[in-house]
């Protein structure tokens, strides 16, 4: 995955992709217009069952490590899945922390639940408790007795591999496929230099890493190419006005992207937090949509000036920069390293 470089632009039709943002927002607001009853298309709900992880892993989007200990009560997790069942639309739930088997039977209970009406399973997972493959087959069978499950397990430098011994990833994976289940391995290049295809001899950042979360300050090194803050005019990784998948964390906090909240499932139904939910008069989502981690930074005034590895980079430290103004809209600590100890 490559970071791509973002030219200035103010005027949002020299911009092809801010052009295509203003046409699909037109699009959907005016079939909002005639149908006020209408929802987004939200098709996935991801569960973050535990930001409590047996790795402490410097790519990690929220802070995860062994030290932390934030953990879904059973009864948000199947109430928040009967709740995208009524939506009609979702189609999909995926377990995911933290490590997700470390609260296995909220876990197993949760995805019956998921089955029961239907919808596919797919759970994120290091793979730690495949001491042996036939413990893992121990572990596994209930998700292949449940059927339509897929299991993604992360298996990199990051997650314990550093050479080509066996890993728990390779044994959970192993016994997954001899249960049945559908099984992956999810791999993430640390960050490196690299040439960009589109302007030759132009030093770009490769891998897979997003610098946010403890990336952000973890893998930040002076050898990474930068670009000037005023560059990052959009976010790539999100569409903030027609969200096909939202996270549900431990405390009931419903966000698109990790630490940028647009409810609580313990204080609103989901029904009402996609009703009232206006991107434009979010005060993180608004400046996001319009003009991106630099609009962000220009709209609250910020100090973040100088250069940076990627857009997420100084969206992440300008959220951390929000984060005593806008609460709600921006937390749980956790996402922002302040747990780590």
């Known amino acids: 995955m490559k970071q791509t470089q973002h030219g200035q632009q103010n005027n949002p039709y020299e911009d092809p992709g801010r052009?295509?943002?203003?046409?699909?927002?037109?699009?959907?607001?005016?079939?909002?217009?005639?149908?006020?009853g209408a929802?987004?298309?939200?098709?996935?709900?991801?569960?973050?069952?535990?930001?409590?992880?047996?790795?402490?892993?410097?790519?990690?989007?929220?802070?995860?490590?062994?030290?932390?200990?934030?953990?879904?009560?059973?009864?948000?997790?199947?109430?928040?899945?009967r709740?995208?069942?009524?939506?009609?639309?979702?189609?999909?739930?995926?377990?995911?922390?933290?490590?997700?088997?470390?609260?296995y039977p909220v876990l197993v209970r949760a995805a019956k639940e998921a089955r029961s009406f239907g919808m596919q399973v797919g759970i994120v997972s290091n793979g730690y408790f495949a001491t042996t493959i036939e413990d893992a087959v121990e572990w596994l069978k209930p998700f292949a007795e449940m059927g339509g499950v897929a299991i993604s397990f992360s298996d990199d430098g990051f997650h314990g591999?550093?050479?080509?011994?066996?890993?728990?990833?390779?044994?959970?994976?192993?016994?997954?496929?001899?249960?049945?289940?559908?099984?992956?391995?999810?791999?993430?290049?640390?960050?490196?230099?690299?040439?960009?295809?589109h302007q030759p001899g132009t030093p770009i950042v490769g891998g897979g890493v997003r610098f946010r979360g403890r990336a952000a300050t973890s893998l930040v090194d002076e050898s990474l190419p930068r670009q000037p803050w005023s560059s990052f005019c959009s976010c790539t990784d999100e569409d903030w006005v027609d969200l096909g998948r939202l996270h549900l964390d431990p405390y009931g906090r419903l966000y698109p992207c990790q630490g940028v909240s647009l409810g609580n499932l313990n204080e609103k139904p989901l029904t009402t937090i996609l009703e009232e939910y206006d991107p434009d008069t979010h005060p993180i989502i608004g400046p996001l949509m319009r003009g991106g981690p630099a609009e962000l930074v220009r709209a609250h005034g910020l100090t973040l000036r100088g250069d940076w590895i990627d857009g997420c980079q100084l969206c992440y430290n300008a959220r951390k920069a929000l984060r005593d103004l806008f609460p709600d809209e921006l937390g749980p600590g956790e996402v922002y390293g302040e747990m780590d100890g």
């Open 83 to 103: 709740q995208a069942n009524k939506l009609g639309t979702v189609s999909e739930i995926y377990f995911e922390g933290g490590e997700p088997f470390l609260v």
């Open 161 to 197: 591999r550093e050479d080509e011994s066996e890993t728990p990833a390779d044994r959970a994976r192993a016994a997954a496929e001899k249960l049945g289940i559908d099984a992956g391995t999810i791999c993430i290049d640390p960050p490196g230099i690299e040439e960009d295809p």
């Open 39 to 81: 929802t987004m298309n939200l098709t996935g709900l991801h569960l973050l069952l535990t930001y409590r992880c047996t790795y402490e892993c410097d790519h990690c989007f929220v802070h995860s490590s062994p030290r932390t200990g934030a953990t879904m009560p059973l009864e948000l997790a199947l109430s928040s899945i």
């Open 19 to 36: 052009s295509l943002w203003f046409v699909k927002r037109f699009v959907v607001l005016y079939w909002y217009s005639i149908d006020p």
